[in-house]
């Protein structure tokens, strides 16, 4: 797939986050403010970086694949000076009202109903759409969990009533 991608013109490059149970706790409170992420670490080398600058600067769009990319890159994009090869740690829980710094869409598997993933993907791409999505996956007794089927999300335009504005530092 990656080969077949590349003669394609895709340009890869790779995060590293040290996944830990807190992304796949359920969120048990009914106020999501209230639910803690458990930190994370996570690596961004400055040859991705430089990938996602160039992406950029050509036009296309940053596609991440998988919730942890997404969270990677973006608590990477949220730090005081911005995107820049590093490595920390994030906490970073991402809801509906998140303004995106980085990535434009995300390839990602169908997620559990009160899990931080699924409110990340409805941050993502819109509670409607995510809702609509969810439905015709369960109509079509498509498959959950991680090695389940997957979707690609863009992000909402301007046009679609969203705020796209890149969020400064």
Wanted: charged share 25%; proline share 4%; glycine share 6%.
């Amino acid at each position: 797939m990656l080969a077949a991608l590349k003669t394609r013109g895709v340009r890869t490059a790779f995060v590293t986050l040290h996944v830990g149970a807190g992304t796949f706790q359920p969120v048990r409170s009914e106020d999501i403010s209230q639910h803690r992420m458990h930190a994370e670490r996570y690596r961004i080398t400055s040859e991705t970086v430089a990938a996602i600058e160039q992406t950029r600067a050509d036009g296309r769009k940053v596609i991440a694949v998988g919730t942890t990319s997404l969270r990677t890159i973006e608590a990477a994009a949220a730090r005081p000076e911005g995107l820049a090869a590093c490595e920390d740690e994030t906490a970073l829980f991402i809801t509906p009202g998140y303004r995106f710094r980085v990535i434009d869409r995300l390839i990602t598997n169908f997620h559990l109903p009160r899990s931080t993933l699924l409110m990340l993907v409805s941050a993502f791409a819109g509670f409607d759409t995510i809702r609509e999505a969810y439905a015709r996956a369960v109509a079509e007794r498509w498959r959950f969990f991680s090695y389940g089927d997957a979707m690609l999300l863009d992000r909402p335009t301007l046009t679609d009533g969203l705020d796209r504005a890149p969020h400064a530092g």
